[in-house]
Each structure stands twice: as structure tokens, then as C-alpha cells.
């Protein structure tokens, strides 16, 4: 007998990014060399002081089942850090501590989304987010942006897909995959759409410290009196720490959301890893100076790779101005041959540039926008080098 999937199961798609790095993985465990750029992790080394304090809570025991929403010392230390760096105002009891940013989405979306609620999601979109929409039973709404707009969200286009049944808008700042930026003055017209519709706003801000060019970041919650009780926000260690792996993300929400959000996580997967707790505790409290470092390492790579773009004819993409990724416009080299291949979509670009070039990146497809190609730059120079001189070449 067969055992048959869920409804719900059946229609979430597999991660495309873990996908095309699994293709990478695959190329090179046969032997090749692999300039892979398809990956959204930082790749430097977990900073030594975090993986000591890590150490350090190990050998003193800390190795138990901790509270199921996170330790209570993460809790303060997570409000601080939000409160002392954005002027907002969070208590513990509004924090839940989960196993990465992403489960903290996926308890956001369950706790508060009802199947056929419609959620506004702009596009290009990271990969999770509407699949993990959809596992809430809700409707992901998919609203394009454009080139234009540097892949923003405009107030118009935000307001043209409220419909009765809207409940939510994702907002993702700095961009995954586009690497755009909000201004504050964009965040607030977007704000105020939300307050006369009386949405909730999630705001994945996962990638707040890496932003470039001296721009100051606007938290969602910031930009207008009131905004607190009607948005989550998300965040974690991993890219700004280089803690992927740890597996270390919260949520700030209003008390009642995060309140459920405890009762879930509880029930679904109890506490994140309890090392982990503690060397998020010495990330947040520790020397910053690790995060500026890799922060501007990051902005001489974004300086790099959009160089190499300008220099490509027929490329295109907007300036990245935070997170590592830069989202290059291919429509030009569609229906063209490469080694003797016809190229149609954008799916087939990055197949045949991992195929012959051994460069891996990731369909625009994937995030909701075909005809364009993220690349990440959380890659040595050196690697960078080599994939935009293969690039380069690929396109003759
Ligand atoms: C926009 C965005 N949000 C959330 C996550 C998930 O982060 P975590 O590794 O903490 O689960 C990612 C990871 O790629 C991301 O790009």
C-alpha cells in the first residue's frame, strides 16, 4: 500500500536554492571544481569568541531542555539589542526563540493566518515564504515589482491586491533574493496602506546589518505611532554572525501572538538547541566588531560583482543595497544557443552555465520573477573573480 500525501503536503515545493546547490554539491563530489554562488550563507567562519561561549556552555552543562521560547537571558538580550539599536520597545514576554528565522516565519504564519486568508507577497520573493504560507492552509498573493522600481514594493501596486479577504503583508528588508533597500519614507507609505486596510505586517529583517553605501536601516515597527501591535518581526544570527548552522531566530510580536506562538513551538519542537542559545547570547552581547568586518568585506564584493555586471552588454541589475545578493536581469540572452544548447528560460541558463561553466546560481523563477538570476556574493574574490570571468565568457 501506498501511504498517501496530504493535501496541504502535496502542493509545498521543495526549496530551489537547496536544489541548485545540491546540483553544485553533486558536480563537485565527481571531481570538478564548483564556483558556487547559489548559496545564501555568509562564508566566513562562526567568530571565535561566539563558538568559545558555545564551548564554555557545554562543559558546564547547559546541555538540557531549556524554556520551550528560549532561554530567558536570550529573551533580554534580544530586546536589548532591538530596543537599544531601533528605539523600539520589546519585553521578553513578546520573544519566542526558534530553530532559525525560518521556523520563526512558519510559527508566525500558522499562529495567526486561517486557510483561505490572502497574504500579500511581493515578488521577487525568498523561496520559503510561499510555501510556507501555503502550509498555513493561507493564500499567498503575489504582487510584482519591477526593474524600475528597484524591485520595491509601491504603495499603488500594495493597495491595487487588498481584497476582503487580505490579512498580512510579508516585507522583506533587505531584500532576498533583489538586495533592495526600503527608505524610511517608502516603509511609511506602505505603513499607513496597512493601518486603513488593518493588515498585520510580518517584516523579515533578517539581513538588517548588512546594508551598504552608509545607509541607515528603518525597522518596520519604527516608521509609525502604533505600528508595534500590528507587526512581527523577524530576525536571527545567522547572517549577520555567520551562524547558519546554529540554528538560532526569534519573533518579536504583540504579547498574544507570541504567547501562541509558545504554546506551538512547545508542542512542535520544544526549545532550540540549547549551545546554540548561549552562543547566540555572546553574539548579541559580545564585540560587534566581527559583524563590521564582514560587513565591509561584503560591500567590497557587492562593489565587485555590480563592476562585472556593468561591464557585461545586455546585463542588467539594480544597485544591491544590503543583504549579499545581486538579481541580474538575462531576458536579453533568451533564445540564444550556448555550446550548441538553445536557451529559452531562465531555469536553462543557470543548468547550462552549471553544466558548462561551473558556475552556480539560482533561477529567478524560483523566486517568482523568470527572466532573472541571483547570484550570491557570500563568496571569497577569488571565486567571484573566476565565476564572472566564466560568466562573461558563457555569453561570448
Ligand atoms: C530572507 C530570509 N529570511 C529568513 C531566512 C532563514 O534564516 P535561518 O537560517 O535563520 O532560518 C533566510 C535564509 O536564507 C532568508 O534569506
Known sequence: MAI????????????????????????????????????????????????DAAAKAMREGKTRYTVASGLPELKEAICEYHNTRFGVDYKPSQCVVSNGAKHALHNAFFATLNPGDEAILPAPYWVSYAELIKLSGAVPVVVQTTEQDGFKLTPEAFEAAITPKTRMLLLCNPSNP???CYTRDELVALAKIAVAHNLFVVADEIYERLIYDGAKFASFPTVLDGLQDRTIVINGV?????????????????????????SLQSQETSNPCSISQYAAIAALKG??????????????????????????????APKTGGAFYVFFNIQKFLGQERGGVKIETDSDWCLQLLQQKKVATVMGSAFGAPGYVRASFAASMETLKTAFDRIAEFLG
Open 238 to 262: 545567522s547572517k549577520t554572525y555567520a551562524m547558519t548552522g546554529w540554528r538560532i531566530g526569534w519573533l518579536l510580536a504583540p504579547e498574544n501572538v507570541a504567547k501562541k506562538v509558545s
Open 178 to 180: 533583489t538586495g533592495s
Open 4 to 51: 498517501e500525501i496530504s493535501k496541504i503536503a502535496s502542493g509545498v515545493q521543495p526549496s530551489a536554492t537547496l536544489a541548485m546547490s545540491a546540483k553544485a554539491k553533486e558536480l563537485k563530489a565527481q571531481g570538478e571544481t564548483v564556483y558556487n554562488l547559489s548559496v545564501g550563507e555568509p562564508d566566513f567562519d562562526t567568530p571565535s569568541h561566539i563558538c
Open 287 to 316: 564585540d560587534q566588531g566581527c559583524v563590521d568586518q564582514m560587513r565591509a568585506e561584503f560591500e567590497k564584493r557587492r562593489d565587485y560583482v555590480m563592476s562585472r555586471i556593468a561591464a557585461i552588454p545586455g546585463m542588467s
